[in-house]
């Protein structure tokens, strides 16, 4: 987070983001960061969970997990499966049609 228009300092332990001009686009920086800031700290104390199920109407699809890729197959009717990436300290679980997407950053 490198902003020359925004100041970032702890105090008493928490940390605060104070915009150097009264204009609107700076202060939305501000509140951005503080956000991410808040996101980090949130999800380093309780991690963020996403539970899915996987829904289908007419072409009986399959979820599955193979190393570190969650492979969807019969996605609509398509041939091949389609392929996500799990990335770096998120945690899958595939239980069924149930997934379970488990990790400390919100944004992956």
Known sequence: ????????????????????????DVKSIA????????????????EYVYEMKGVYAHFPMTVKKQGDEVHIENFMGEREPRRAQIMDGVDVQVNGEDLEISGPDKKK
Do not use: C, W
């Open 31 to 46: 509140g951005a960061y503080r956000g991410h800031t808040q996101n980090m700290i949130e999800g380093l104390q309780n």
């Open 1 to 24: 987070m490198d902003n020359s228009l925004i100041e970032v300092e702890v105090k008493d332990n928490k940390v605060q983001f104070t915009p150097l001009r009264d204009k609107r």
